[in-house]
């Protein structure tokens, strides 16, 4: 598998703040003695594998979900286990599947459709938005059509305009869908598994640029919840609200802000829909202070929904204005210069908390070795 | 009254109809035309506040499609629902219930006329087009996974094999070999947009056909028509024969939207609409009965007035029922 430029810091973290479903035993586990380490490709994989052993309900379909790549290996050992029966590849009709899967799912199915790039579900909206979110609530709850969408988002190697978005926003606008973005291996595991227990359609947005980062990662099956945002890193001079691959770079910042004396808190929402708004807002009555770091730009985005929300609540406890750091307002061009500066980093990050801390602004010299291996094409 | 609906199989593998079940196709189109014909006599009485796009002049398609089903299978319908509703046996208090937005409703007042699901009937209905069709494949495929021998219908009009989802579901099913059941409602007009505007001139089902689909058209307006291709298609989609397209020819007679009728306006002339009032699928199936001597004048009227009672204690049930309570806005929205 290719290698991206990733240098994951502080693996394992933040484990300690889990809440695991008391009511079902099989899902409870103890993280204690937690060491073994697979990356998140790995754990998209196990959870997937323990899913489909503990329900026999689930099956995965999509665009090559058995093929020799078996997206990024994440679908590999589930169609190796559970055949064609369970594993199957299907026509290139996004917006089809989605109704698909819905059919399904009302006829007690737990569907996993899969899309190699989230940019793909644009042709599925119809289906995700007028159908699968309204469903429960147009039937007053008689039926309902839980399903799981598996959507990776691209970035770097000249992805380009179309295959490195990141639509968190557009899903999670519309009321009736869960909406996850995990951003390490015991997270994407853990709410994987949840998602395919939940009673609501949920997507969860893989940042393809984690697929090779590692965590610890217990080997049973488990659970992470929808709406219970991490502490990843405590602090109390600052709150960084960090989405998916933003956490990774918050994470650096934090590093060096520590070096300097400065205690960031990351908060990592793990789902934006549900929202876990008390976490946030009493990292912010903490701190005083607040930027939102998403991987979607910023007007109309869940960093301008995050902004408002602390706005509304919790005025009085702001030092000063929420930032917001996103991709500036263009698409993401393909030119390695172009897509450089495109993308944020934790140096974005660091220039802001230097900002509204009023400290003066340090050499902005990269301080991570970053070695860039991915060799492309996907 | 409020009579069940029955389900009559046909008598023997030719599909001929019985007297029985001719009475019963007969009455399941009346109950639908007395319900309509209910709400286009009050929907100025402002009770009914959801648009509602009535199927009176097709409701042989419905009737005959239906009636041709098991009860566990599945329809799902477009926003032209009320026949396959009613037809698949959809509860009749709550349909008018629906339409006036109470808390008895369908969908408990939720979504009105476009969207009526009754899960005891296992109807289904949303009024994008084409929206429904991938849904009707998806149940299908999970009835192949589990073995059952159930049957999914997706009812769409013409203008949704307009929409790109409508050849990706055709092509899953048809790829899957899935037991699912297209029939294409073609009333030629989408809203008021012609369908010769729309789509080449050559016949619909024949632009749909493949070598691997079965698709035929037939007359619409004749019931018992409709019911032996249903029981015939449905039959191949249980042994593994499915999918298979029919196209049913029809017409609605009054305006897309709303209980009027419409050549005043310009889009399709009187005549044109006269012509279908005389193919008017209940008024053909009642002088064949009476021909045939299935069922007497004397009778119709009767079963017509009793029906006619069911609707108005249907809306009168309907007005005396209580609203949602406002508390329950946002239940089950996950």
Redesign the interface.
Known sequence: MAQWPIICLLLGWAHESDKFDEQNDEYCYNINNMTRKISYAQAISEALVQAMDLDPRV?IFGLGVDDFKGIFGTTLEAAKKFGS?RVFD??A?E???????????????R?VLVHARNDFMFLAL??ML??ASKW????????SVPFVVRAIIGKGWGQGPVHSQSIQSVLAHF??L?VAMPSNPYDVKGILLKSLQV??PAVILEHRALYNCEGEVPAEAYTVEFGQAKIVHPGKDITVLATSLMVLEALKAAQILKSEGIEMEIVDPVSIQ?LDEETIITSVKKTGRLICADTSWARCGFSAEVAAMVAEKAHAHLKAAVRRIAPPPCPCPVSKPLEDAFYPTYQNILEVVYELLDRKIFSSQNRFQEVDSFVGPY | MNRKPKYIPAMNHKYNLNKILKRQLFETMLKIRLAEEKIVAVYHEQHMRTPTHLSIGQEAVAVGICSALKKDDQVFSPHRCHAHYLAKGGNLNAFFAELCGRETGSNRGRVGSAHLTDEKAHVYASPILGAMIPVAVGAALAFKMDRLKKVAVAFLGDAAIEEGIFTESLNFAIVKKLPVLFVCENNLYSTNSPLRVRQPPSPLYKRVSLPELSTQQIDGNDVEKVYQAASKAIQQCRRGKGPIFIECLTYRIHEHVGPLMDYDKGYRSKKEVESWIKKCPIKRFKSKLIKGRIMNSKEIDALTAELKKDMNEAYVKALQSPWPDTKTLLDHVY
Do not use: C, E, R
């Open positions: 099956f029966t299907t026509p009709s917006g089809a599947l989605t109704g698909i899967a819905i059919g399904a799912a009302l006829n007690n199915k569907p119809d289906q007028n159908n429960k609530y147009v039937s007053y709850g008689h039926s009321p009736g869960y009673d609501t549900p």
